[in-house]
Structures are given as C-alpha cells and as structure tokens.
Nanobody, 119 residues
C-alpha cells in the first residue's frame, strides 16, 4: 500500500491550503490516518488524526484552524488548513494503517509535501 500526499504550496499568512493523502494498492480497509509535520531543525510531530469511523483528534496548535477528514470510497484523507501562520511552515506527512486485500495489516508513510507560509 502506498500513500501519495499532495497539496504543497506557498501561502500568505492567514491563508488556506488543503492537503490530500491518497492510499493506493490492494486495500481492504483503510484505518487510522494521521498528519504529521516536520519543520527545519525540528522533530516530526503529530498534527491531527482520524480513525476509521471518523473520530478526530488535534494538537493544540491545530485546533480551531485545521480540519482532518476522509473519503473512505476514495481511500483518501484530507487536511484543510486555514488561518495559516509562518510557524506552520513544514513538510507535512501522512501516515495510515489498515488491512490489505490479503488480510495483512499495513502501516505506511506518504512522501511528504512542503507547506510554506510566508508573505
């Protein structure tokens, strides 16, 4: 199973951006999906997560500004980001777990997509 993240871009402070994380391959069920980010010189950290049944969690920095969602029919998760700040600048990566069509569990990382917030 592979994850393809997209939606990279340069946006001004206060702007919005939507990231997508599409899972492909022999997927039986896509379970929990999470978005992480890693800023230059900093450790990777969790931003938001969504379970298979749609329960969401956010870090304090994301609450009220970011929304994680998913489209199970498309095996795709999204991260809608608004009121972006320069400190949101980072490489955003998605992580997903689930079961392949053979019944084997999988955990995968996407390749990362760069979000730059700057005027």
């Amino acid at each position: 199973v592979q994850l393809q993240a997209s939606g990279a871009g340069l946006v001004q402070p206060g702007g919005s951006l939507r990231l997508s994380c599409a899972a492909s391959g022999s997927i039986f069920r896509l379970g929990d999906v999470a978005w992480y980010r890693q800023a230059p010189g900093k450790q990777r950290g969790l931003v938001a997560s969504i379970t298979g049944d749609g329960t969401t969690k956010y870090t304090d920095s994301a609450k009220g500004r970011f929304t994680i969602s998913r489209d199970n029919a498309k095996n795709t998760a999204y991260l809608q980001m608004s009121s972006l700040k320069p400190e949101d600048t980072a490489v955003y990566l998605c992580h997903a777990a689930g079961y392949s069509s053979t019944g084997a569990p999988f955990m995968s990382w996407g390749q990362g997509t760069l979000v730059t917030v700057s005027s």
